[in-house]
């Protein structure tokens, strides 16, 4: 016996042991106490090794015995490790075909870390949304308008807005007799930007630019239609909601509704250029139209709202309005 050291020594029933370990060419001995307080010996043919596996803090030597089970020696001492090398340089396990594990551990950690961030990313990109979604649906249509107003004061403040045309707009809309239940009310700024927006709860915002691009009443109507159907349908909250959910996730755990409330009226100018989906942007077109033929209007004046945002849209830098729209899939 030339040296003798420590590892920890695995039994075939997994029982383990604080074991001094002792080395010759053709066994490796642990010696330890067993529960009893009783000296025991084990000893391993060198022969009998099955492999050793090594990884960055630690390696693990694997016998089989003599019933056929699996023993195991965990080694923490590079020296232990060393010196179990030179002894058995010429078997398998310590020679050329050396089964290492190297970084096995780590490994594993790594696809548990790589398991818990695609968690995470899944709960960011489509549970929070969706929660998001599901706050809007529960929100009272008081507390709507009520966040509406707030958000619609937030964007005039900073605006300048054309009193005459409000004023024509807003008689417009009240002769179309649409059937929405919200008080809708609109409001023309000043501006050459191609855009409108509905806010949560009855406000439309309707620029001098797409105003003055328009030929006939019905195109009127049919943008009008369109935005009311936005707020009828919560679009625009749903909308908010999922686009700001991340933040106001904990605004709604710390805060609940009136944290929540606080925060969309300090970012309302986000509204203006607020992007709808697709989906939406369609169901809002659909619900316009409806809304034209149940007050009797023609509803082609929808197909010349849709060639005008084509045309505006051509060649520029699109605002929200535009550039989600169907005309331009």
Request: contains cysteine; neutral net charge.
């Amino acid at each position: 016996m030339a040296k003798t050291f420590r590892a920890i020594y695995h039994d075939e029933l997994n029982h383990f042991y604080n074991a001094e370990i002792f080395i010759s060419s053709v066994t490796l001995t642990m010696r330890f106490k067993n529960e009893l307080g009783e000296t025991i010996d084990r000893n391993w043919l060198g022969e009998d090794i099955v492999s050793l596996e090594q990884e960055a803090l630690q390696s693990t030597l694997y016998y089989k015995n003599e019933s056929g089970k699996t023993e195991k020696l965990v080694i923490r001492d590079a020296a232990l490790l060393e010196q179990i090398r030179h002894h058995f340089r010429h078997r398998r396990f310590a020679g050329k075909k050396l089964h290492y594990s190297t970084g096995k551990t780590g490994y594993r950690i790594l696809a548990i870390l790589l398991a818990i961030l695609l968690l995470v990313g899944c709960l960011y990109l489509f549970l929070v949304p969706w929660i998001g979604e599901r706050v809007a649906v529960r929100f009272s249509k008081e507390r709507e308008i009520s966040l509406g107003d707030q958000m619609y004061r937030s964007i005039i403040s900073n605006s300048k807005v054309d009193q005459h045309k409000t004023s024509v707009l807003n008689k417009f809309y009240n002769a179309l007799q649409y059937k929405v239940s919200y008080p809708v009310k609109i409001t023309v700024i000043q501006s050459d930007e191609v855009n409108a927006f509905a806010i949560p709860g009855g406000h439309i915002v309707v620029y001098d630019g797409i105003l003055e691009g328009m030929k006939t009443p019905g195109e009127l109507a049919a943008l009008l239609g369109h935005e009311a159907s936005h707020i009828q349908l919560r679009h625009s909250l749903r909308n908010i909601f999922r686009s700001m959910a991340r933040k106001m996730f904990l605004l709604i755990v710390l805060g609940g509704d009136a944290g929540i409330a606080g925060y969309l009226a300090d970012r309302a100018d986000d509204l203006k250029g607020l992007q709808y989906s697709r989906e939406l942007e369609t169901e809002a077109d659909n619900s316009g139209i409806t809304l034209m033929r149940n007050s009797g209007l023609d509803p082609a004046g929808m197909l010349q709202l849709m060639n005008l945002l084509a045309k505006e849209g051509a060649g520029k830098e699109t605002s929200a309005l535009l550039s989600t729209h169907p005309v331009f899939e």
